[in-house]
């Protein structure tokens, strides 16, 4: 299972390195990852190879909200209708390094990301973890594991009551 920690000043030499491929994630993570921590704009997470040191894979998470208009209709009409826009939490950057690929650490990475955002859900409200994926590869990848399309956009969501299911929400 791997760990993740949260991105801190020691990792800075490590991130140099860091290659998913790309070159937006790749970037982000070398040059304004920690910039965002800093700032309180998100909170970056990362898996460390114990053996070469390497930074594995790392994500992101911050508040965001989904326009109500824009959710489905047999979620939306279980919410209320005065609400202009519905909290969530943004998993806004998920990437594996390339010699990483295939290990189950993507969705190792995804499922910490998940079980981050429920209990922070148990004390900050958040209907929903949203993912806004970079490209067609990254869209089939939340798909496999049950994101739903927000129509008239590229972001995917996966309700919070789906989400608690896979931890302890009976
Ligand atoms: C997408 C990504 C995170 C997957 O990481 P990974 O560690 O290689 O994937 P895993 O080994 O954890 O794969 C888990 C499962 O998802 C499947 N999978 C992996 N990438 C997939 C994709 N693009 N589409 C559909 N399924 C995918 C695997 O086949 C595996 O299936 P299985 O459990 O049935 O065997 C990685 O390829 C990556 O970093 N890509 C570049 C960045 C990116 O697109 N990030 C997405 C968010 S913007």
Sequence with gaps: MATTVILSHDHRILTSGFNCGKFLLDTYIKTQASQ?????????????????????????????????????ENYRRKLPHSYNSIPATLLGRLAIDIRFRGLCLGKMLLIDALSRSYEI????????VVVD???????????KFGFILLPDSHKM?????????LFDEK
């Design 36 to 72: 965002d921590v800093k700032r309180k704009l998100s909170a970056c997470f990362v898996s460390v190879d114990h053996v070469s040191g390497l930074i594995q894979g790392y994500y992101t998470l911050s508040n965001n909200s989904i326009p109500l208009g824009l959710i489905p």
């Design 133 to 143: 994926p970079l490209d067609d590869e990254a869209e089939r990848f939340y798909t």
């Design 157 to 165: 969501f996966l309700p919070m009551k789906t989400v608690g299911k």
């Design 121 to 128: 859900s148990k004390s900050v409200g958040s209907f929903a």
